[in-house]
């Protein structure tokens, strides 16, 4: 389970708090593709202890902005590794990130070019289709060249497709943000992942709000258009598999999944994050550019319990009962059921029903002594 962060963007969106820097030109992509391959075959064997999921994820970032070369030298460096090690070069599941303007800027090619490279599955940013909402949060395409980016990747084959979308903005209503699922699903994705906009340090949007120059959305509007997201993607068959993530039968992310259970994984790139198979050793590169330092922590028993119960209560699968009762006290477990906050499924699972979904950390945290 390999994952790799391309750090470049042409810009940078108005609530983004990821590690990016804006592309500089040929020189800064060759650099950073020389180093992060050299950091894949070194660590080679830490791939073959993380295989047990075989998916490649490139994430950023916008991984869209770098060639089809660029994006080729890090594909082959990382089969070559697998192959040294007996492993499958093919992944099951390769995710690309893209912006809609760089498919639509690069055309038919790039698209033919990401399917030769192998992959399978598109992760669009595409935030809304509103285009007063999209200058605001400063993206470079309009809900034109969005429409026109997924029908290029449809056209080149691509059946596996998740595009991303944002709500909880204050100036967002209830209206357009019905209208904006129907334009949505009228696409047909396999996949949609939608997050609540949140204030991240470090960018544009925390300044304007310490400045006084954006209010933040209220808790009632945005667990108005939460519950809308849901009924609406309900009502076209999504399965809300995850707290943020709904997807048609057989296209839940195996990747982002494996993260929910605590699958071990590496992750390559300035700002990477990786999970030794042991459970408790967590790596991270640091956001530096072109020569990262690595760090790591050891995870306490607790923390591997929090982690536990946070990504698995996230889901719709949730927790075993016995494993529940043990990680948490049972006496607390008993009661939220008992309020309707902790739901008994089939195969004597426990999970947060999807009407407690939009007050899971509230749940989470009622758990956790």
Same mark, same amino acid.
């Given at each position: 389970?390999?994952?790799?962060?391309?750090?470049?963007?042409?810009?940078?969106?108005? +609530?983004?708090?990821?590690? $990016?820097?804006?592309?500089?030109?040929?020189?800064?992509?060759?650099?950073?593709?020389?180093?992060?391959?050299?950091?894949?075959?070194?660590?080679?064997?830490?791939?073959?202890?993380?295989? $047990?999921?075989?998916?490649?994820?490139?994430?950023?970032?916008? *991984?869209?902005?770098?060639?089809?070369? @660029?994006?080729?030298?890090?594909?082959?460096?990382?089969?070559?590794?697998?192959?040294?090690?007996?492993? =499958?070069?093919?992944? !099951?599941?390769?995710?690309?990130?893209?912006? =809609?303007?760089?498919?639509?800027?690069?055309?038919?090619?790039?698209?033919?070019?990401?399917?030769?490279?192998?992959?399978?599955?598109?992760?669009?940013?595409?935030?809304?289709?509103?285009?007063?909402?999209?200058?605001?949060?400063?993206?470079?395409?309009?809900?034109?060249?969005?429409?026109?980016?997924?029908?290029?990747?449809? !056209?080149?084959?691509?059946?596996?497709?998740?595009?991303?979308?944002?709500?909880?903005?204050?100036?967002?209503?209830?209206?357009?943000?019905?209208?904006?699922?129907?334009? @949505?699903?009228?696409?047909?994705?396999?996949?949609?992942?939608?997050?609540?906009?949140?204030? !991240?340090?470090?960018?544009?949007?925390?300044?304007?709000?310490?400045?006084?120059? +954006? #209010?933040?959305?209220?808790?009632?509007?945005?667990?108005?258009?939460?519950?809308?997201?849901?009924?609406?993607? #309900?009502?076209?068959?999504?399965?809300?598999?995850?707290?943020?993530?709904?997807?048609?039968?057989?296209?839940?992310?195996?990747?982002?999944?494996?993260?929910?259970?605590?699958? =071990?994984? #590496?992750?390559?790139?300035?700002?990477?994050?990786?999970?030794? =198979?042991?459970?408790?050793?967590?790596?991270?590169?640091?956001?530096?550019?072109?020569?990262?330092?690595?760090?790591?922590?050891?995870?306490?028993? %607790?923390?591997?319990?929090? %982690?536990?119960?946070?990504?698995?209560?996230?889901?719709?699968?949730?927790?075993?009962?016995?494993?529940? !009762?043990?990680?948490? @006290? *049972?006496?607390?477990?008993?009661?939220?059921?008992? %309020?309707? #906050?902790?739901?008994?499924?089939?195969?004597?699972?426990?999970?947060?029903? %999807?009407?407690?979904?939009?007050?899971?950390?509230?749940?989470?945290?009622?758990?956790?002594?």
């Amino acid at each position: 389970m390999i994952y790799v962060h391309v750090p470049f963007c042409k810009s940078f969106c108005t +609530y983004c708090g990821f590690y $990016s820097e804006v592309c500089k030109g040929t020189a800064q992509i060759v650099d950073y593709v020389d180093e992060v391959c050299r950091e894949i075959s070194s660590r080679a064997a830490e791939i073959a202890a993380t295989a $047990s999921v075989n998916t490649l994820y490139i994430g950023g970032g916008t *991984p869209s902005v770098l060639p089809l070369s @660029a994006l080729g030298r890090v594909v082959d460096t990382c089969r070559k590794a697998l192959c040294s090690l007996g492993l =499958p070069a093919d992944f !099951e599941e390769f995710t690309v990130e893209v912006n =809609p303007e760089d498919i639509v800027e690069k055309g038919p090619e790039y698209v033919r070019g990401l399917r030769s490279l192998g992959v399978n599955r598109i992760s669009m940013g595409v935030q809304s289709f509103d285009d007063g909402i999209l200058r605001w949060m400063n993206r470079r395409h309009t809900a034109e060249r969005a429409l026109r980016a997924f029908n290029l990747l449809r !056209e080149g084959g691509f059946d596996n497709i998740s595009i991303d979308l944002i709500f909880g903005l204050s100036q967002l209503s209830d209206d357009l943000w019905r209208s904006t699922l129907e334009q @949505a699903l009228a696409l047909e994705p396999e996949h949609i992942s939608s997050y609540q906009l949140s204030v !991240e340090e470090g960018s544009a949007l925390e300044r304007q709000v310490q400045e006084g120059r +954006y #209010a933040e959305a209220s808790d009632e509007q945005c667990r108005r258009q939460y519950d809308i997201l849901c009924q609406v993607l #309900a009502s076209a068959g999504y399965r809300h598999y995850e707290i943020s993530n709904f997807a048609r039968h057989g296209f839940e992310a195996r990747h982002n999944a494996a993260y929910w259970r605590r699958v =071990p994984y #590496a992750g390559f790139g300035p700002g990477a994050h990786s999970l030794l =198979p042991d459970g408790r050793t967590r790596r991270w590169n640091s956001d530096e550019l072109p020569d990262w330092r690595v760090a790591q922590e050891f995870l306490t028993g %607790e923390d591997m319990r929090v %982690e536990r119960l946070m990504l698995a209560l996230r889901t719709d699968a949730g927790l075993p009962k016995a494993e529940l !009762e043990r990680l948490a @006290a *049972p006496q607390a477990v008993s009661r939220l059921r008992s %309020e309707g #906050a902790l739901t008994l499924i089939p195969g004597e699972r426990i999970r947060i029903p %999807e009407d407690h979904f939009f007050v899971s950390d509230e749940i989470i945290r009622e758990l956790l002594p």
